[in-house]
Nanobody
Framework: QVQLVESGGGLVQPGGSLRLSCAAS????????MAWYRQAPGKQRDLVAA???????NYADSVKGRFTISRDNAKNTVYLQMNSLKAEDTAVYYC?????????WGQGTQVTVSS
């Protein structure tokens, strides 16, 4: 029913950029808070960025000034623009959609930052 389909992950050099996309279906997209999480090997899954239905954003301190989350309600899609990438950004990135008790996750996409 609910699907969050991610794209845009891959291998990039330090200092490079990448844009992740997450296309949602099966939800009333415009009322959901959308977010990106990431999980590196041996670490917990942490919030990277979130954007509410009203457009308010929140970022982890580690990505502030480098990453930008945005949404296009007409396309039911949330984006994560990742600039000035560092090796420590390497992780599996997960798309999340939340509205009260409803919580949905994408399958995850690998982002590897390496020279």
């Amino acid at each position: 029913q609910v699907q969050l389909v991610e794209s845009g992950g891959g291998l990039v050099q330090p200092g490079g950029s990448l844009r992740l996309s997450c296309a949602a279906s099966g939800i009333s997209f415009s009322i959901y808070t959308m977010a990106w999480y990431r999980q590196a090997p041996g670490k917990q899954r942490d919030l990277v960025a979130a954007i509410t239905s009203g457009g308010s954003t929140n970022y982890a301190d580690s990505v502030k000034g480098r990453f930008t989350i945005s949404r296009d309600n007409a396309k039911n899609t949330v984006y994560l623009q990742m600039n000035s990438l560092k090796a420590e950004d390497t992780a599996v990135y997960y798309c999340n959609a939340q509205f009260f008790r409803n919580n949905n996750w994408g399958q995850g996409t690998q982002v590897t930052v390496s020279s």
